[in-house]
């Protein structure tokens, strides 16, 4: 018999980004996810592909995170004529406010600077973007969806970054459901601000994401000693300035959770001075304190210690305007700038790092994927000098990589959330990991645990067979 449901795989099929499934069931068709592809002239292509589907025939969206490899093309969707609704976490929505603006500030900034070579439109504008913003739906987590008379769904704790959630989903037909279970991105456990992933019992079929499928990442142990180092190294008397370039949405929240931590613990002398120089990173900041119910247990207690006089150990400024930001260069020693963005090709980061690279008593920080032909990239492989403004600019400063930050679950923890299932999904589908990590991270299953597992390519379906009914 042919399925009761049929998935497409649309995007991040042996690949990280552009994440985006279609489901069609009974007469209804939805998007899981509507991403951007990132990277290269490859993507820029891809993300201006003609759409797999017509997109006023898509009922509504179920979006599992803010992040824009699984959001970005939204706006483009609403443009294209999709009237539905976007479902998504309240947190979510809140992060999406900040982001798609600018992800569409982006796009019309660069069609402007390619216009001079050849006219390209951009991608879409920021008012496509405040348009996309009017189809959010926020949904709470662990609460039944209704979707549709034989459709339902539920948002569960992802443990990824703010509001990311993996979505459960039931589809009844005749007298039978079949649950599908989308995994988004899974984070690690135990990992800063957010809890961890919900442990799943059941599905027929699961959709897993497999970024870090092949590898261990360091522990954060391992990196809140590596973080003490460097900062006690550099501030010390005399010392210069730590700046860390950080992606404005999560890890600058992390970082300032370890660092207020490290302070707490004594690690780190009190008397620290950070200044967050992102106008996005300070908006998301503001989302994050406004959904302190996300929050870990230790994360509220450090910021319970924060309001009760422990703050006076550590003061955060966040600067706003043009002015502010250049008034940090005159702070030569003592001083924590975290700004965006994290891999230093655009953003106020490349005047902190004008200021401080070519002296030897600064340090710089990389926490997080510094992608090939970044300015980041070049000063992680050891570049002596670099290009900024036009200007040849020597490299003294320390440079440092602190690893163990990861936003995803390694190898250990996916596997480690597969055990939660009680018995095999009929179905697994292995995506958003490069071809080769994915591979791998498929027969990893397949050896561990003995599950009947796909490896999706671009734009392949799969019917999702027909199960005995059990109750949703
Ligand atoms: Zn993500």
Redesign the pocket.
């Known amino acids: 018999m042919i399925g009761a449901m049929k998935i497409t795989f649309l995007g991040a099929a042996r690949e990280v980004t552009g994440s985006c499934y279609l489901v069609e069931t009974g007469d209804r068709a939805f998007l899981v996810d509507h991403g951007m592809f990132q990277g290269g002239s490859e993507a820029d292509r891809k993300n201006r592909a003609r759409l797999q589907f017509e997109p006023h025939a898509i009922d509504f969206v179920l979006l599992t995170?803010a992040?824009i490899?699984?959001s970005g093309l939204l706006p483009r969707l609403v443009e294209l004529g999709f009237r539905g609704p976007i479902y998504a976490t309240a947190a979510t929505c809140d992060l999406l406010e900040v982001m798609l603006p600018d992800a569409a500030f982006v796009q019309e900034r660069e069609a402007e600077n390619s216009h001079r070579t050849r006219a390209e439109r951009p991608l879409y504008t920021v008012a496509e973007a405040y348009a996309a913003l009017e189809r959010l739906r926020p949904v709470a987590y662990d609460d039944a969806v209704e979707l549709g008379p034989d459709l339902k769904c539920r948002f569960r704790e992802a443990g990824?970054?703010l509001g990311?959630a993996l979505i459960e989903l039931w589809a009844q037909e005749g007298g039978r459901t079949h649950k599908v279970v989308f995994s988004g991105?899974v984070g690690p456990l135990s990992r800063p601000l957010v809890k961890d992933p919900t442990p799943i019992e059941e599905a027929d079929a699961l959709i897993v994401e497999s970024t870090y499928g092949n590898r261990l990442h360091r522990s954060l142990a391992e990196t809140e000693n590596e973080l003490t180092g460097i900062m006690r190294e550099t501030l010390a008397h005399g010392g210069g300035n730590v700046v860390i370039p950080a992606f404005a949405v999560g890890r600058t929240q992390e970082i300032l959770y370890l660092l207020g931590k490290l302070v707490r613990l004594g690690r780190i002398p009190a008397g620290l001075q950070i200044y967050v120089d992102s106008p996005m990173a300070a908006k998301a900041t503001e989302v994050t304190l406004r959904h302190r119910d996300l929050m870990d247990e230790e994360t509220r207690d450090l910021i319970a210690w924060g309001r009760n006089g422990g703050g006076r150990a550590i003061q955060v400024h966040f600067t706003e305007s043009v002015e502010e930001s250049k008034r940090l260069n005159d702070i030569r020693h003592g001083a924590v700038i975290i700004s965006a963005s994290g891999m230093c090709d655009a953003g106020r980061i490349r005047y902190h790092l004008l200021n401080n690279l070519p002296r030897a008593q600064s340090a710089i920080v990389f926490t997080g994927f510094q992608a090939a032909g970044t300015l980041g990239r070049k000063l992680v492989d050891g570049a002596r000098e670099v290009r900024l403004f036009g200007e040849t600019v020597p490299v003294r400063a320390r440079i440092c990589t602190i690893g163990g930050l990861s936003?995803h679950a390694d190898q250990a923890g996916l596997l480690a959330w597969l055990r939660g299932f009680r018995k095999a999904p009929r179905q697994t589908f292995v995506v958003h990991g490069e071809a080769a990590t994915a591979s791998d991270f498929a027969a990893h299953i397949r050896r561990e645990l003995g599950w009947n597992v796909e490896l999706p390519g671009a734009r392949q379906s799969f019917d999702i067979g027909a199960s005995p009914a059990h109750p949703a």
């Open positions: 995170h992040h490899d699984h990824h970054i990311a991105d936003a």
